[in-house]
């Protein structure tokens, strides 16, 4: 818990004073969806500058509670920042038009065999990425909610780790984790 109100805070002090207070005070009384909301809503308006990896953490943070389908578009249309903050570098890769691969095609896991999977995050400085897996629904669509976490190596026979539909920071953790070169110093550009 202690953690996830650590994020908020980051979160906030992205936005003016009196609206960081509005923000701190949806995760104080249980609002996170709204707050969340506010964020992104605030940050457009404001044209408020955020690293890839503040891009990535909140949309890990939409995903927990919920709300990613519904604020990507916004989350992506955040304005970038050519700063990181000492941090593995992370990119957000996740956008409309991105196709979901077979399970089979990221590892041999037999719990990825009937699930498509959705790339979601990389990190620039292994190449790994963190994936969201999905089951197909009978009407076409992707699940809603991810059914596992993958983090990969695109186009390696490396192994992959699945995580828990629960446990989105804890692939995030891993995923930076698992990098062993230090971050890009060069400017990052902003997804489309």
Same mark, same amino acid.
């Given at each position: ?57 909140? !949309?890990?943070?939409? +995903?927990? *509670? @919920?709300?990613?389908?519904? &604020? #990507? ?8 920042? %050519? ?49 969201? !897996?999905?089951?197909? +629904?009978? *009407? @076409?669509?992707?699940?809603? &909610? #991810? ?8 186009? %390696? ?36």
């Amino acid at each position: 818990m202690r953690d996830e109100a650590a994020r908020w805070r980051r979160f906030g002090a992205l936005l003016p004073p009196g609206e960081a207070r509005e923000f701190m005070d949806c995760w104080e009384i249980g609002e996170q969806e709204a707050g969340l909301d506010r964020l992104i809503a605030r940050l457009l308006e404001h044209q408020v500058p955020i690293s890839e990896t503040m891009r990535a953490e909140i !949309a890990v943070a939409a +995903e927990v *509670w @919920g709300m990613w389908t519904a &604020l #990507a578009p916004g989350i992506g249309r955040c304005l970038g920042s %050519h700063r990181d903050q000492g941090d593995t570098a992370l990119r957000l890769v996740e956008h409309a038009g991105t196709i979901p691969l077979p399970g089979s095609s990221v590892g041999t896991d037999t719990a990825l065999a009937d699930l498509l999977v959705v790339p979601w995050i990389a990190c620039t400085g292994c190449d790994q990425v963190l994936a969201r !897996a999905h089951h197909r +629904e009978p *009407w @076409g669509d992707l699940s809603y &909610l #991810a059914r596992h976490y993958v983090l990969f190596t695109p186009g %390696h026979g490396t192994p992959t780790r699945l995580f828990e539909p629960d446990a989105a920071w804890d692939a995030l953790t891993a995923l930076r984790a698992t990098c062993d070169r230090p971050w890009p110093r060069t400017p990052m550009t902003t997804q489309p």
